[in-house]
């Protein structure tokens, strides 16, 4: 790992790392459904609900795949930088494969929903490098494709027990509802 202090290290235990991915991803959820809520009065705070839902996809996917209790931290870690967490579309290419997940829990995604969550990576990309202001007219579907694969990962399927991040899960499901409620205009 490193002795950067500004660098956490990914936890070793399997149940410390999937509470705390969760726990990230359920605050970028929030977040994530605080701005489409909000977007109504400015259509521009979309990115940033691109960025929580695409930092909720990276809680959520490190999560499954670190549920199994084989798994261990090269599941989630980023090759080129290793004390870092993978990027979304590693981790999405992960969690598609058969050697880290079985069924039913491995994602499942066409190449329709595959472009739509690279756009939304794109425009979270464009919000936090101030490269782009808009957001396509996909945004929505987009967004509801990523929110799909919240509810996926950590309701339908998950890797991990939830039992034990019960609390986590509960709040999840409350905001993964309301964040849909809010992407049904958009």
Do not use: C
Not at 2 to 27: F, K, S
Not at 61 to 72: C, E, H, P, R, W
Not at 81 to 106: F, G, T, Y
Not at 130 to 159: C, K, M, Q, S, Y
Request: no cysteine; net charge neutral; glycine share 6%.
């Amino acid at each position: 790992m490193t002795d950067d202090p500004a660098i956490l290290p990914v936890p070793e235990d399997r149940g410390e790392r999937v509470r705390l991915a969760l726990d990230a991803a359920l605050e970028a959820l929030r977040l994530a459904r605080r701005e489409a809520e909000a977007a109504g009065e400015d259509a521009a705070r979309l990115r940033w609900a691109a960025l929580g839902l695409v930092s909720a996809l990276q809680g959520a996917l490190v999560a499954a795949l670190s549920g199994y209790d084989t798994a261990d931290t090269t599941a989630v870690l980023n090759p080129s930088q290793p004390d870092r967490i993978a990027p979304v579309a590693l981790l999405l290419r992960r969690a598609r494969s058969a050697e880290l997940l079985n069924a039913p829990e491995r994602v499942e995604i066409n190449a329709a929903r595959q472009r739509a969550l690279e756009r939304l990576i794109a425009v979270r990309n464009g919000a936090v490098h101030a490269l782009a202001t808009g957001v396509p007219e996909t945004f929505g579907p987009d967004a509801r494709v990523a929110a799909g694969l919240l509810r996926f990962l950590v309701l339908d399927a998950p890797a991990f027990d939830p039992r034990k991040v019960n609390l986590l899960v509960a709040g999840f499901r409350i905001e993964l509802d309301r964040l849909e409620q809010a992407l049904t205009s958009k």
